[in-house]
């Protein structure tokens, strides 16, 4: 599912991990593409993969009141939106990503290497953590409509995995839209930004709006 780990160390405060060479080209997520089936078949080995000893993911998403935030700090950025509606979707994300499956909590097309069998490899494991098995397909439902596909077809497609089997869909994917979209915007107006944040941003907003419909803004 993900090249071997051939050693690692601890060197300062760095963990250093040297991993096998795959050979392989990264993953297309457009509409039509044959990888997306490798893609949900190395998904669904993923989601039967727990990961006890790693740190809750519920432990790095505490920032459930970045609307509130953004209101006070760059009114601007969410003018016209119904922060109060948002912040409240997105404070139940705490107990919502709570589990005991690994995730990989960074899923995009460039994370999927495709082998010359037409096997897809997670790569790029920089952000693990344990929480529920839903998370990673979620992040890819973005990355989709990224490369192409309307939402409500990445959402289709991400809920046919099976780790959205014994979720509700609606109030799950409610809830991670107005986190991802507070958190990624907050970190695109920060002082030091990082890169790539500004796109984040507007994608998650785009997501957003389409989950809560004309209720997501006030000025509509």
Known sequence: MAPAVLFH?????????GFEHLRGRTASLAPGSPDLRAVAAVMARLSTITAPDLRP????????????NLA???????????????ADHAALITELV????????????DQFLIDGTGAAHVIDWA???RGAAWVDGAFLVLRLIEAGHLPEDAERWAQRLPSFSDVDA?????????FIAGL???WAVSGKP??????RARLAMNYATYRFGEGASQAR
Request: hydrophobic share 40%.
């Open 9 to 17: 160390a601890d060197v300062d405060d760095w963990l250093l991990v």
């Open 57 to 68: 993911l519920r432990e790095r998403w505490t920032l459930t009141n970045a609307w509130n």
């Open 72 to 86: 006070e700090t760059n009114p601007e950025v969410v003018e016209g939106w119904d922060v109060h509606r948002l």
């Open 98 to 109: 709570d589990g005991s499956c690994l995730l990989h909590t960074d899923m995009h097309g």
């Open 127 to 129: 952000l693990p953590a």
């Open 170 to 178: 609606e109030t799950t994917m409610n809830a991670f839209s107005a």
């Open 184 to 186: 990624w915007t907050t």
């Open 194 to 199: 990082p890169a790539g944040a500004a796109h």
